[in-house]
């Protein structure tokens, strides 16, 4: 008896990733798809290098050939009409490039070289070993040593590390952080000199200096200054992911890190204000209001000078 075997086809849902117009849930869909099926992992990652390639790294020949394929592809049929939503052309087009590109111009042991960055915006990206990652606003994320297991981060970022990652890698400034099969956060706050890593799942290694510091579920390591500290985490590892900042008698440094990070603002305050804790909750929508409503909280006045905005009491 003949036995089929069946590959599912995800070309619409990774056309629209591809197009930045997945929408939350097939977003999540995406993540399962890759984080279950290492095929549809490499699948997706061939495709982002090809739509990378189309976008930043056209050569004269690359774009004759691409419009060449693109007008063969679109060309309508003179005996049969038939209608095509724009997704699935899309979805053609994408998988059509894709075998077009992977013979002539991918190979598989190339070594692997990624950069993204973001402005007053989030950015999910799914990475070629399965792990996923959402950039924070006024972020940047690159490879190190040309590996897909090793990351430089500068600003914030919520990482989901496929379980087959192993030595999963990210370098800050300050410090590196190890991971095999876990969901973390990693915050970096350049203008307060804080660095903090928060464990959603599974556990990690902190490396500063000649340290090694072990974070598990529920905890948060930071460095501030040269001072490294493990404690309960008040907040949820990726709480910003959802545009609201929910704290509950959270000290006003972490709070004013967290702020500055999603805002790109410089709040900053006296040493008698910042180890204050306060309870607030902020939306994204929320931006021109947080000065006033921490001034308040704090019973403090507010100190400007250029793009700084200093609390403190009198």
């Known amino acids: 008896m003949e036995q089929n075997t069946k590959h599912t086809d995800y070309s619409e849902l990774f056309a629209k990733y591809l197009s930045q117009t997945a929408n939350e849930e097939e977003l999540q869909a995406i993540k399962h798809i890759v984080a ?38 679109t060309k309508p049929k003179r005996l049969k009409r038939r209608l095509y939503s724009l997704s699935a052309v899309a979805a053609s087009i994408v998988l059509a490039l894709g075998i077009f590109y992977s013979i002539f111009l991918y190979s598989p042991t190339e070594t692997y070289d990624f950069t ?4 007053d915006s989030v950015l999910f990206v799914m990475l070629p070993n399965g792990s996923s990652v959402t950039l924070n606003a006024y972020s940047s994320l690159t490879t190190q040593n040309n590996s897909a297991y090793e990351y430089f981060l500068s600003g914030e970022a919520y990482f989901k590390v496929n379980e087959s990652a192993h030595r999963f890698t990210v370098h800050t400034k300050d410090i590196r952080v ?27 290694k902190v490396f500063y200096n000649t340290e090694v510091h072990i974070v598990q579920t529920g905890e948060i390591f930071s460095l501030r200054n040269t001072v490294t500290d493990i404690a309960p985490a008040l907040i949820l590892a990726d709480a910003w992911k959802t545009g609201v900042y929910i704290f509950n008698e959270t000290p006003l440094f972490e709070v004013i890190s967290t702020l500055n990070n999603r805002f790109n603002l410089n709040l900053s305050a006296s040493n008698e204000l910042e180890n204050l804790t306060i309870t ?8 021109e209001e947080i000065v006033p ?6 019973l403090a006045d507010i100190q400007v000078e250029g793009t700084t905005i200093f609390f403190y009491r009198k």
């Open 36 to 73: 279950s099926d290492k095929y549809a992992a490499q699948e997706l990652f061939t495709l982002r290098k090809i739509h990378a390639a189309l976008h930043n790294t056209r050569t004269d020949n690359y774009s004759r050939s691409e419009a060449q394929l693109l007008k063969t592809i």
């Open 116 to 119: 993204a960055e973001t402005q």
């Open 178 to 204: 190890q991971v095999t099969g876990t969901s973390f956060n990693i915050r970096e706050n350049k203008l307060d000199n804080t660095v903090s890593v928060h464990v959603n799942e599974g556990i990690v």
């Open 280 to 287: 607030a909750t902020f939306y994204d929508t929320d931006k």
């Open 293 to 298: 409503i921490l001034s308040s909280l704090l």
